[in-house]
């Protein structure tokens, strides 16, 4: 699929926004090397969009997720960040 480069960053801040307040310490450590271990962000668009196949390294909850999330059940307007106050909030 051919995705504006501009529209991958929300989508991967909506998916920490959604997501890192429930999850586990094994969780955020999976989801921290999945953001920072691929050279390209477009990997990890595609992963999460199934257009390519994830690495096994990469194949675990965390991934499945981010999949989840990426399937926009809601049909949500996903087209900028989210403000960055939610980093500053307790979790729920």
Request: hydrophobic share 35%.
């Amino acid at each position: 699929p051919v995705v504006n480069p501009v529209l991958i960053r929300p989508f991967s801040s909506l998916f920490a926004k959604e997501n890192l307040g429930r999850m586990s310490e094994e969780q955020l450590s999976r989801y921290d090397r999945l953001i920072n271990e691929p050279s390209n962000d477009w990997d990890i668009y595609y992963w999460a969009t199934e257009a390519k196949p994830a690495p096994p390294e990469f194949e675990h909850d965390v991934m499945a997720m981010l999949r989840e999330f990426a399937k926009n059940r809601n049909r949500e307007q996903r087209l900028r960040q989210p403000d960055l106050e939610y980093l500053f909030e307790p979790p729920h």
